[in-house]
């Protein structure tokens, strides 16, 4: 082929190419929507904060943060789906929403076609925390103070069938023990009875509890993080003592529909990325007792979601628990 046919395939073939390209200048062209799945002050909503208003400054463009709690996060799925699903909507929210939600409620979608990971913004392990005046001091004491009381201890978790609930029961078969199971709605009641001495024990995210374990009102004994959290140093972790089967990760991930245009999506995550490598925000994560998410690719994300759903619900079924 010579001449002018030539000529007009060759800049067919360049407009093609160039139209990703196009679509992708082109966005955003409005306001960035994050919607934060949990309450106004929640940790979604914080981080959504933290990362969604410089993203969208990135983007060129302002933002606006809506907190939507209920239902584990499902409202906040709903949300997003109804939204165009253009990119200028985008979902903050814990990665429990595709890996435990779904074995704790009767959903009427499935959870990890509905959403995909962008990218991981922040990430941070539970800890087992114990009123101040419980009679032991670290694992080992607690393990033996257990076994010496069969069946008189209580464990609390945040809710029914999450990692918080999980956890303990890893740790009852792991020790040979038989902590008792408290659900609750959520940490704060949680907590508050852990502190009033109602329930010991509890196994709750480190960024709620931090603020208690440091005014003295929780004392750590372990950490489910793969190393010491930079936030409780003294605290070891449940691997370093023997029991690598409680080790986990929760982690606050950036979301959007899947069908949401490649071009958009990788332009989104690009940007998210810049964000979180900005010091500044490191160090205001780790106040808040999070470590910085890690850039691991969208592939590995949800390899990672489904390795835990199958984990949790491996757990569970052999309690015989079932959703509501």
Known sequence: MQGPSRRRVIAAAALCAAIPARAQDKFPTRPMRFIAAGPAGASADLIARLVGEPLAKRLG?????????????????TE??????DGHTLLVAVNSLVSEIPHVLKLRVDMSREI???????RGG???VANPAF???????????????????DVASYSAGTLSHVLGLLLNRAAGIDLRHVGY???????????????PLMFDGIATSL??????????????????????????????????????????GLWCPPDVP?????????????????????????????????PRSVDAMAAGLQADYERVGAVLKAIGFKPE
Not at 61 to 77: F, N, T, W, Y
Not at 185 to 199: I, R, Y
Not at 227 to 248: C, D, H, I, M, N
Not at 266 to 291: M, Y
């Open 126 to 128: 539970l800890v087992l």
């Open 211 to 252: 603020p208690l374990i440091r005014a003295g009102r929780l004392k750590a004994l372990a950490v489910s993080t793969p190393k010491r959290s930079l936030v409780l140093p003294e605290v070891p972790t449940f691997t370093e003592l023997g029991y690598a089967q409680l080790e986990a990760l929760a982690w606050m």
């Open 116 to 122: 995909r990971p962008l990218a991981e913004l922040a």
């Open 262 to 294: 490649a071009a958009v999506q990788q332009r989104v995550r690009d940007e998210t990325l810049a964000v979180l490598a900005q010091p500044a925000l490191r160090e205001r994560l780790l106040e808040l007792g999070f470590d910085v998410g890690q």
């Open 80 to 85: 997003l789906t109804q939204a165009p699903h």
């Open 135 to 153: 009679p032991a001091n670290n694992l080992a004491e607690l393990i033996a103070y257990a076994k010496a009381n069969p069946g008189k201890l």
């Open 61 to 77: 463009q302002p933002s606006v943060i809506e907190p939507r709690p209920g239902a584990g996060g499902a409202l906040a799925v």
């Open 185 to 199: 709605k959520g940490s704060t009641p949680a907590l508050t009875d852990v502190m009033g001495g109602h329930v």
